[in-house]
């Protein structure tokens, strides 16, 4: 039986990840910093807790055929140290563990924020050039962690790069959640009336890529995928199907995109000025996703992986709605 690591299994993605490839049959070792999450996998992994950017790899990696690099510090604020540390240094360390140990398959998860401006952008394929200036700290380490990966394909070591899209579902705590915050006064602000085209991915379809990568042939070697739905949504939308589904009525009021953006600009500013510099409410990056469209071409994935979608964007806020609904009346 083929074992598989499967990093930030603690955290949202990669939960889904172990749960998934343990049901699909494969032997898992579920990995993560936080044990009480951890602990709660015991039925489908072999569970180890680990910090990738400062304990010892080896053992952790030993006897696995493949390995799913979930794992990330996923902020649109922070310092630029710790974002090097967690997911570039982590990724750097993990990918020698595997090489030393011979694993044979390597499929990391990548971000589109990368592909991020304050600008319009449809269609966009995998190939990138690196921006001047990036808008997040984040962002510049997720492109030098796939740079990592991508160099480190070789010999008998395949690797994959994933890049997918605002992924949610049953444990999300960074998509729809950051949502209803700002909805629970009843009020949601619409930046550029909504109009905005996006693309999101249920957790459902981004762990089904994640199997197709595990198989994928040589044409996937060394090689970025973008993953979505493929089914991008207006803004205004998605927020109202997402506030139906949750039976709540919140008004939506619409925002300027450039007052949106100017507001963001000035909470950054006075955040850099206070002790420990917080993470504002509002950013520009958060402004940015929601008030400028961005669309992913996902031919790659499907041609090269065999992708498809798992779960309609509908049918998976459906799911999320009955998850939230469950969860606030536990």
Not at 23 to 47: H, K
Not at 223 to 229: K, L, Q
Request: aromatic share 6%; net charge positive.
């Amino acid at each position: 039986m083929a074992r598989v690591l499967v990093t930030g299994a603690s955290g949202f993605i990669g939960r889904h990840v172990a749960m998934q490839l343990s049901r699909d049959g494969y032997a898992v070792r579920a990995t993560g910093r936080d044990a009480g999450r951890l602990a709660s996998l015991g039925r489908y992994a072999q569970t180890v807790r680990a910090d990738l950017a400062t304990d010892p790899l080896d053992a952790l990696v030993d006897g696995c055929t493949a390995v799913v690099h979930c794992a990330a510090l996923s902020s649109p604020w922070g310092r630029a140290e710790a974002f090097a540390l967690a997911n570039v240094e982590a990724t750097a360390r993990l990918l020698a563990a595997a090489a030393r140990t011979g694993v044979a398959r390597f499929v990391h998860l990548g971000s589109p924020s990368i592909y991020f401006r304050f600008a319009d952008q449809y269609d966009l394929d995998e190939s990138f050039q690196p921006p001047r200036r990036w808008i997040t700290a984040y962002a510049r380490s997720k492109w030098q962690s796939e740079q990592l990966v991508r160099g480190a394909d070789c010999g008998r070591l395949h690797t994959v790069i994933l890049r997918p899209r605002a992924v949610f579902g049953d444990g999300d705590q960074a998509i729809l959640p950051r949502l209803l915050a700002v909805a629970g006064s009843g009020r949601f602000p619409l930046i550029h009336a909504g109009r905005a085209r996006i693309d999101i991915t249920p957790v459902e379809s981004a762990v089904h890529a994640i199997g197709q990568a595990l198989q994928a042939g040589p044409a996937s070697r060394g090689r970025a995928y973008n993953i979505s739905n493929g089914t991008p949504v207006q803004v205004r939308a998605l927020v109202q199907s997402l506030f139906e589904q949750l039976q709540m009525q919140v008004r939506l009021v619409p925002v300027p995109r450039a007052l949106a953006v100017a507001l963001a600009g000035a909470a950054e500013l006075a955040a850099h000025c206070r002790p420990g510099r917080p993470e504002p409410r509002l950013t520009r990056y958060g402004v940015g996703v929601l008030g400028y469209s961005q669309t992913l071409d996902i031919r790659a994935a499907r041609r090269d992986l065999g992708y498809a979608p798992a779960l309609s964007i509908d049918a998976a806020l459906a799911r999320f709605a009955h998850a939230w609904h469950a969860g606030r009346s536990a």
